[in-house]
């Protein structure tokens, strides 16, 4: 268990449609990243948050919108869903650090929420 | 553009033998670090091992070392005495900061199946 949840598991909507996934992350972590794992892209970055600001944006489309809380935990809005938004999407989690002029930022991630689109 | 390559799309090793994952890298960086992740059929993302671009010494956790060549920027994973649950998808990433922020670049993974 990495300490970071995400809810649902499982999602199973229609085209059209507009899902929120949520992401907890591990106790003292400040940074939030939001994954998408698909059978043709591989494992993409989509976003990361750092103390409820956004730090980096990556292969995100703009029907997808993200942010962090006060309390840290982050969401995942994606609207207008295609049959291409099925996929697994991950949060991971990390505290910032550095050791040795090189930033750690070990992340850790959830168990992933499934989405389907029908 | 930082990128990850693993060339083995699927291996297989008999139990309690030695297997090497192989992943090579570019980057301009020269502070960085890295990481293989393995997945599992549970899908679930678990870190197996990182290392520091400015350790020379290779990183080791029990039955995972990585070798890795900074030079040839080559970043090695190999399992010893492999077990069934070893089992599972490995992801070789690398930490991309100046391109990303601090996002993970992720290699198409390496499928290996350790039989009895």
């Known amino acids: 268990d990495s300490g970071v949840t995400q809810t649902p598991k499982h999602l199973i909507t229609a085209t059209g449609q507009r899902v929120t996934l949520r992401c907890s992350p591990r106790s003292g972590d400040l940074s939030v990243y939001w994954y998408q794992q698909s059978l043709d892209q591989g494992l993409q970055f989509l976003i990361q948050?750092?103390?409820?600001?956004?730090?980096a944006k990556g292969n995100i489309l703009e029907r997808f919108s993200a942010q962090q809380f006060p309390d840290l935990h982050s969401e995942l809005n994606l609207s207008s869903l295609e049959l291409g938004d099925s996929a697994l999407y991950f949060c991971a989690s990390s505290a910032p650090g550095t050791s040795g002029g090189a930033v750690t930022d070990t992340q850790y991630f959830g168990p992933g929420t499934r989405l389907t689109v029908l | 553009a930082q990128t990850v390559t693993q060339s083995q799309p699927e291996m297989s090793v008999q139990e309690a033998e030695t297997v090497t994952l192989s992943c090579t890298y570019d980057t301009s960086e020269n502070n960085y670090y890295l990481f293989w992740y393995k997945q599992p059929p549970s899908r679930q993302m678990i870190l197996v091992i990182r290392?520091?671009?400015?350790?020379?010494q290779n990183a080791t956790e029990n039955r995972f070392s990585v070798n890795f060549q900074k030079a040839a920027k080559s970043f090695s994973l190999k399992i010893s005495d492999s077990q069934l649950g070893d089992t599972a998808m490995y992801f070789c990433a690398f930490f991309d900061y100046r391109n990303s922020g601090y996002a993970l670049n992720f290699g198409k993974g390496t499928s290996l199946l350790v039989t009895p």
């Open positions: 290392q520091e671009a400015y350790k020379q």
């Open positions: 948050y750092y103390n409820g600001e956004e730090r």
